[in-house]
């Protein structure tokens, strides 16, 4: 594999939005060639007979089916909280207005 420049360093930092100085980058290009040089040891690993997986659990069904429960509350109930109702629903101010840098 190709040893990582400066500017893969600086490429990946600035991909990842991150402002890194001179003195970080001549830290991190050591540190991401070894990690790279890892990454290509796995790849030659050979998984030719290796069933794939997506967990290691065994576990095959980790959802359970919708079902419907009585509650406990109801609508008059959930709404006694507050007063400010309308048409049954909770009232709240809006979050969502006309933008005035248009």
């Known amino acids: 594999m190709a040893k990582l420049s400066k500017a893969d360093v ?9 402002d890194l100085t ?3 980058i001549n830290k991190f290009l050591p540190q991401l ?9 796995l790849g030659k690993v050979d ?3 290796l069933t794939p997986t997506s967990q290691t659990a065994g576990l ?11 509650s406990s509350i109801d609508q008059n109930g959930a709404l006694s ?11 709240v101010d ?3 207005t ?5």
């Open 22 to 24: 001179d003195t970080e």
């Open 60 to 70: 095959t069904n980790v959802l359970r089916e919708d079902e419907v429960k009585p």
């Open 10 to 18: 600086t490429h990946v930092a600035r991909l990842a939005k991150l």
């Open 47 to 49: 998984t030719t007979d």
């Open 94 to 96: 809006a979050i969502l």
């Open 81 to 91: 909280g507050t007063n400010k109702t309308h048409n049954g629903y909770f009232k």
């Open 33 to 41: 060639s070894q990690i790279l040089e890892h990454v290509g040891e």
């Open 98 to 102: 006309e933008r005035s840098d248009k």
